[in-house]
C-alpha cells in the first residue's frame, strides 16, 4: 500500500502488523505528513486506524464549535486521545523515543494518510478535512513542550526571515506597543512574513504590521508553523484527489474509503432497561425525554393514527432501543393504528414489528437509527414525517417548532446559526442544552462544564459533554438527567448505556443498509 522508505529496521508489531522504519522518522510527536509511511497493515487494521483517527479529529472540532472553556477542552481531548491515539511524549533525559512511542507514532503516521486517501473525493471533504487536520496540528504544538517544539522545527528548514538585530532596533518601539504583553524586544526572535499568513494574529492586533509584512515573535511561532503545515496539505489533498481515480478498481480499499465519512462512531444502542420496564402505554409520559426527530413522529402518529414506512422504521427501532419490548411493540402499533382492526394490523404490519425485532425472516437484531444515518439517508419527501428536523425542516418550520418549545429568541438564532453552518448534530445538542437547562432551572453553561448546580442543594448530577449523535443517546441522557434531579443522589456522571463500537451508517447489524423491512 505504501512507498517503502528503508529498510534499516523490520519489526513487527503487537497487532501482527509489519513494520519497516527508519528509527529516526519520528523524534517527536509532531508531523508534517510529508511523505508517505513505509508500513504493511491488514485491511482490518487499515480501517480501526482510520475510524481511531476520525474519532479524535471529530472530537476536537466538536469541541471547539460548543465553545467549551479551555479546561473543558482539555478534558474531553485527553479523554479520547488516551482511548483512540495515545502519543506518549520522549522521555526526560533520553535521545529517542522508547517502542511504545514509536508504535504510537506510526499509527499517527498511516492513519493520516488513510484519511488523507478518504477525504480527497470532493472539495466538501478535503475542506473538512484540511479544518480537522489543521485544528489537530495546532493542538498538539501548543501542547508540545518547547524543546521537541524547537527540535521539530529544526527538521523542517522552514523558510522565516529572521528579523536583524538592526531593524528590531529601530522597531523596538513598535514592536513592544503591538505585544499585550511586556517584550524584551531585543532578546526576543522576530520573523518577517507576509501578513496574510498570520491574519489571525494581526486580527487580534497581536504583531506589528508594515509595508505589507507582519513582525511575529518567536512566542506566536504556533501561527506560522499552521501556516506551513495548512499550506502543504491543501498542496497535498489536491494532489492526492487528482490520483484517486487509479484506484477506483482496487476492491479491497475503495469500499472502505467510500464509507469512512459516513461511519457511526458512536455507542450502539441495543435494548435498555434505563427507563425500567417499557410498557406501551408508557411511550406518551416518556415523550418529554425524546429528541425532536423523535417528538415528531411520535406527535403525528397521535395526530394521523398513521406514518409512512421509513417513519415507522426510524420510530420503531428507537422505541426498541430505549426498552419497549416486541410483546409491548405489537400491542403500541396496534393502538396507534387505531382505524385498523385487529385482523387488519396483524395482515398488514405485525411480521413487519417482529422482523424489527430478529423474528422474522432473516432474523436480524436490527438496532436504532444513529444521528448519521437519519440525515443522510432517505431524504423526507411529501407526507412523510421521518429524518432530521435540523437538516429537513424548513427554516421558518425550524424556529416556528422551536417557539413551541419556549426556546427564546436568542437560542433560537444560535440554533438556527449551526444549521445553516450544517452543523446539524451540533444544533440537536445546543436545543438539548436548552430544553433540559430550562427544565432544570439552571444555566446550559453548567450542562456543558458537567456539574449541575442549581445552587438549591442539588450539586452533584452531572450531564454528558459528549454532543448528541444518537437519538437514544438524547434519550437516555435526558432521563439520567431527570431522575438524578428527582432523587439527588446519583454522584457519577450518568452515560448511556449502549457498549462503544464501530458501525457502519445505518442501524442494522447486518451489511445491508437497506435492510428488508418493510412496514
Not at 533520553?94 to 498511516?110: G, L, T
Not at 425524546?290 to 403525528?300: A, K, Q, R, T, W
Amino acid at each position: 500500500m505504501f512507498t517503502q522508505q528503508s529498510r534499516k529496521s523490520r519489526q513487527k508489531l503487537a497487532s501482527g502488523a509489519l513494520v519497516t522504519y527508519d528509527d529516526k522518522s519520528y523524534p517527536t510527536r509532531l508531523n508534517f505528513y510529508k511523505d508517505p509511511p513505509p508500513l504493511e497493515i491488514t485491511i482490518e487494521e487499515f480501517e480501526q486506524f482510520a475510524l481511531d483517527r476520525m474519532q479524535v479529529l471529530t472530537t476536537l472540532l466538536t469541541a471547539q464549535m460548543r465553545n467549551l472553556t479551555p479546561e473543558q477542552l482539555d478534558k474531553t481531548m485527553t479523554e479520547t486521545v488516551r482511548k483512540y491515539m495515545p502519543m506518549t511524549p520522549n522521555k526526560i533525559n533520553s535521545s529517542a523515543p522508547d517502542d511504545q512511542a514509536m508504535d504510537e507514532r506510526r499509527k499517527d503516521h498511516v492513519s493520516h494518510f488513510i484519511l488523507r486517501l478518504a477525504y480527497s473525493r470532493s472539495q466538501e471533504l478535503r475542506s473538512w478535512f484540511l479544518r480537522a487536520e489543521c485544528a489537530l496540528f495546532r493542538y498538539r504544538f501548543e501542547k508540545e513542550g518547547t524543546k521537541d517544539q524547537t527540535d521539530f522545527l529544526k527538521t523542517h528548514s522552514l523558510k522565516w526571515n529572521e528579523v536583524s538585530d538592526k531593524d528590531k532596533k529601530l522597531l523596538r518601539d513598535k514592536l513592544r506597543a503591538s505585544s499585550f504583553k511586556p517584550q524584551d524586544v531585543d532578546n526576543e526572535t522576530y520573523y518577517e512574513v507576509d501578513f496574510e499568513r498570520v491574519v489571525g494574529l494581526v486580527g487580534r492586533r497581536q504583531v506589528y504590521v508594515q509595508a505589507g509584512k507582519a513582525y511575529v515573535p518567536l512566542a506566536d511561532r504556533a501561527a506560522l508553523v499552521l501556516d506551513e503545515f495548512k499550506e502543504h496539505l491543501s498542496h497535498a489533498l489536491d494532489v492526492t484527489g487528482g490520483e484517486l481515480s487509479n484506484m477506483d478498481e482496487d476492491n479491497r480499499l475503495m469500499p472502505v474509503l467510500n464509507n469512512i465519512n459516513k461511519q457511526y462512531l458512536g455507542k450502539e444502542f441495543t435494548t435498555s432497561a434505563i427507563a425500567g420496564e417499557i410498557q406501551a402505554q408508557d411511550v406518551e409520559s416518556l415523550k418529554i425525554h425524546m429528541p425532536l426527530c423523535m417528538e415528531h413522529l411520535h406527535n403525528e402518529l397521535r395526530q394521523e393514527k398513521h406514518i409512512r414506512h421509513f417513519g415507522r422504521m426510524q420510530y420503531g427501532l428507537f422505541l426498541k432501543g430505549i426498552g419497549l419490548s416486541l410483546e409491548q411493540a405489537l400491542i403500541f402499533w396496534q393502538m396507534a393504528f387505531e382505524k385498523l382492526t385487529p385482523e387488519q394490523f396483524n395482515k398488514q404490519y405485525a411480521y413487519n414489528v417482529r422482523h424489527s425485532y430478529g423474528m422474522e425472516g432473516k432474523r436480524t437484531d436490527y438496532t436504532p437509527y444513529s444521528c448519521r444515518y437519519i440525515i443522510q439517508n432517505n431524504a423526507p419527501g411529501p407526507g412523510d414525517h421521518h429524518g432530521c428536523p435540523f437538516r429537513h425542516f424548513s427554516a421558518p418550520n425550524l424556529r416556528a417548532t422551536m417557539t413551541s418549545h419556549q426556546v427564546d429568541d436568542f437560542d433560537t438564532e444560535d440554533i438556527i446559526g449551526l444549521v445553516q453552518g450544517k452543523h446539524y448534530q451540533l444544533a440537536c445538542t445546543r436545543y438539548y442544552e436548552v430544553t433540559r437547562a430550562k427544565m432544570l432551572d439552571i444555566s446550559t453553561e453548567n450542562l456543558k462544564g458537567g456539574v449541575i448546580n442549581s445552587g438549591q442543594g442539588n450539586s452533584g448530577m452531572v450531564a454528558s459533554q459528549e454532543s448528541i449523535e444518537h437519538p437514544n443517546q438524547f434519550f437516555e441522557q435526558s432521563f439520567l438527567l431527570m431522575k438524578n434531579r428527582g432523587d439527588g443522589q446519583s454522584q457519577s456522571q450518568p452515560t448511556v448505556m449502549g457498549a462503544y463500537s464501530y458501525k457502519k451508517a445505518g442501524a442494522q447489524t447486518s451489511s445491508n443498509p437497506s435492510h428488508d423491512m418493510e412496514y
